[in-house]
């Protein structure tokens, strides 16, 4: 009742004691005699007491892990979050229970210098509330400017947030000044200074010329009042898969921080929205934290953050409509170190991802390293990226995307405005090109980390706390809208300064094409052509000039769903595999200079039965001759290999032509590239009774015979099975 009716005269004396020390906004000190109440003076007090002793204990618990990290790493990290990244961060629970009893205090004595300061540093180390501090800390440099010798260095960190750049320069100067007094000392503090005002400037050169983006909130149906980051998207931007700390949490708990523990989310896009988020559940959650870490660009394989040691990743598979029990992955890509996310490569044979490991190659804090796949199907020896890409600051969200020759990720070392910013590198010319700035708005002051990119490369997403926000972090879309469309003004009608009257003619130009990415994307569904029951077939990828496949997939076997990524400039192969079935084959031959495109390739796979038929869609030959191009040897190979499963079986391999030419030209030539691939399959072993081949010539168009789309269908290698 005591502390009740004390509480009850401190808030009574706001009106009057704090009306009236704010109109001569003068340091206050925590002094009895500057306060008539000297009972609700005792116990405001004891909770600034209270204060000071967590705050000092966090302050010593900070020094000491920025006193490690320095030593670790050769540089200063940017507050909390980066110390939690190298397992430090210590303090964050004594800062929250400082501020809880200072802002108590604070209701009683709000001009004090001291007090001011320091609820500005305690928000200033609450990830998600660091600009309330700034306010305060401008109050204490009001009230006392000799504070603290740390005050403008906070003021600028506060400034640099809030994209005050000129006053953050400002700030940062003076703070410098007092360590140029021993700048040997003081050296390391001096570096981030200067480093930190290099950030400013480059935030006033970007900001000048933003990029041409939409930024939006994906609203209250994916986000809520709780975190949302590190968003994942398949490469068709049909699934995403996030992390939040929500009510629905697996084990229903919170952790230390008073936050429930984090949980993947999955949502789909369906009709032009995304549907509402559901928990992924055990086994790919635990009742642990759980975060995501990547997916692969078919959705069909799943990683996993979980913080066992210093933090690991694991891989799940999705088997049907099951995720499986998400497996640590090797030693080659955990280590003793912090492992956060990963991306694979459109052919899953790389997987990149971000580590602080001190293995060979190292070159910072955190690097990007990358891993190849082995021919047992592990994961081989990391390799660092190298200094091109990494440096001795920190990397962080790798994302590959599946055009195979572009690399985002976010970096604290390259030419940002602050914190972590995102790039892009390409590989050209057989290297990779110096990391690109992805610009304002795209990036800010603050760590802008966890970018993903559509296979189109016309809408990103990333996790953002903006004032438009559900709660304290949203997942955003970026939609990338091109080069501005440029104005044509009529050489009679020029817009001059002062001008009062109207332009007459202003007309626009052609639409600027927004460029897209280089890569088209096949999918479909596999089933049975007669039961209709999807199939989980494997899909083969080749790249026919080489004649070597390049890569295999999967299909869902509850689905029979795949999702396969094609690079432009290469002449593929696809083959589609089901044990009991012939194979499928298609062929894409993209030129390099081909832009995104989406083809949906729906197959129904023919049983191995008599009278089934498939066409060789990668049989090539010269042009007007019977003479088999090399492209041609992994299909043809395909057939040995099928009927070396199947010796009793017999077929009839036929040509046909389109109908240009003469009919008896068309016949012979149908027939003697029929002849060349049975005679290939006899060079390989297989018996010649077994083999038949005709000409049909034009004789059995399956398309159009009036277009080139017609004619090239129409001119095919087709298999038959005869005897079985």
Not at 311 to 325: P, T
Not at 453 to 464: C, P
Not at 617 to 626: E, L, S
Not at 630 to 640: A, K
Request: proline fraction near 4%; glycine fraction near 8%; charge should be negative.
């Amino acid at each position: 009742m005591r502390g009740e009716r004390n509480m009850k005269k401190i808030f009574t004396l706001i009106a009057i004691v704090g009306l009236a020390l704010n109109s001569f906004a003068q340091n206050v000190e925590w002094e009895e005699k500057n306060f008539p109440d000297k009972k609700a003076f005792k116990e405001a007090k004891r909770h600034y007491e209270d204060g000071n002793d967590n705050y000092k204990m966090a302050m010593a618990m900070q020094d000491q892990d920025l006193a490690t990290f320095s030593k670790e790493y050769g540089y200063l990290p940017n507050g909390i979050g980066e110390l939690n990244g190298a397992g430090l961060g210590g303090g964050m629970e004594q800062f929250q229970l400082a501020l809880d009893e200072y802002l108590i205090a604070y209701k009683f004595n709000p001009n004090s210098a001291t007090l001011n300061y320091r609820l500005g540093v305690c928000y200033y180390n609450k990830p998600s509330q660091k600009i309330m501090g700034l306010a305060y800390l401008e109050s204490a440099a009001k009230l006392n400017p000799q504070v603290d010798p740390m005050l403008n260095y906070f003021l600028g960190r506060l400034y640099h947030l809030s994209s005050r750049w000129d006053e953050a320069i400002t700030a940062y100067r003076s703070y410098q000044a007092t360590l140029n007094v021993d700048p040997a000392k003081n050296k390391m503090k001096i570096s981030d200074m200067n480093r930190k005002i290099g950030e400013c400037i480059n935030g006033k050169e970007y900001v000048k010329t933003p990029q041409r983006v939409f930024i939006d909130n994906l609203g209250a149906t994916v986000n809520s009042a709780d975190p949302e980051y590190t968003p994942i998207i398949t490469a068709d931007e049909s699934v995403m898969i996030f992390t939040s700390r929500r009510s629905t949490t697996t084990d229903g708990a919170k952790d230390q921080d008073n936050q429930w523990k984090e949980d993947l989310y999955r949502t789909e896009f369906v009709n032009g929205k995304w549907t509402m988020p559901v928990n992924m559940g055990k086994p790919v959650n635990s009742d642990e934290h759980d975060a995501t870490a990547g997916i692969s660009p078919d959705g069909q394989r799943l990683y996993v953050y979980r913080p066992t040691k210093n933090g690991d990743i694991y891989e799940s598979v999705l088997k049907g409509n099951v995720w499986s029990e998400p497996e640590r992955m090797n030693k080659n890509i955990n280590s003793d170190g912090h492992e956060s996310s990963v991306s694979m490569s459109y052919d899953g044979k790389k997987l990149y991802f971000i580590s602080d490991k001190k293995e060979e190659g190292a070159i910072g804090h955190r690097d990007i390293w990358y891993s190849t796949l082995d021919e047992k199907g592990k994961w081989g020896k990391s390799v660092n990226m190298g200094p091109g890409m990494n440096t001795i600051y920190g990397e962080e969200g790798v994302f590959v995307h599946p055009d195979g020759k572009t690399i985002y990720f976010s970096s604290q070392g390259h030419k940002t405005m602050g914190g972590y910013d995102i790039f892009k590198v390409v590989f050209e010319n057989g290297k990779w090109s110096e990391p690109i700035n992805l610009g304002y708005p795209i990036n800010g002051p603050d760590d802008d980390v966890f970018f993903v990119i559509s296979a189109s490369g016309k809408h990103g997403y990333y996790a953002s706390n903006k004032s438009d926000g559900q709660g304290e972090k949203d997942i955003y879309k970026i939609t990338f809208l091109g080069p501005e469309k440029p104005l044509a003004i009529s050489n009679e009608d020029n817009l001059l300064a002062g001008r009062t009257q109207p332009v007459k003619q202003v007309q626009a130009q052609q639409t600027v094409e927004i460029k897209t990415a280089q890569i088209t994307l096949l999918k479909g569904t596999i089933t049975d052509i007669n039961t209709k029951k999807p199939l989980g077939a494997t899909i083969e990828l080749v790249d026919n000039t080489r004649n070597e496949v390049i890569a295999t997939f999967t299909a869902n076997s509850a689905t029979g769903k795949y999702l396969v990524s094609l690079p432009s400039g290469r002449n593929y192969g696809i083959a589609v595999k089901m044990d009991g079935y012939l194979f499928h084959s298609e062929n894409f031959d993209i030129a390099a200079s081909a832009n995104y495109q989406e083809v949906t390739k729906d197959v129904e796979m023919k049983p191995i039965v008599v009278g089934s038929t498939i066409v060789l869609k990668n049989v090539f030959f010269d042009y007007n001759k019977a003479t088999l191009k090399p492209e041609s040897f992994i299909e043809l190979d395909r057939v040995v290999k099928l009927m070396n499963e199947n010796p009793s079986m017999r077929i009839e391999l036929s040509g046909h032509t389109d109908n240009r030419g003469t009919e008896e030209y068309n016949q012979k030539l149908s027939e003697d590239r029929a002849k060349s691939c049975v005679d290939y399959l006899i060079s390989k072993g297989i018996k010649a009774d077994r083999l038949e081949y005709k000409g049909y010539g034009e004789s059995q168009p399956i398309d159009s015979r009036n277009n080139e789309e017609g004619w090239a269908n129409n001119r095919r290698t087709e298999f038959k099975i005869i005897g079985k």
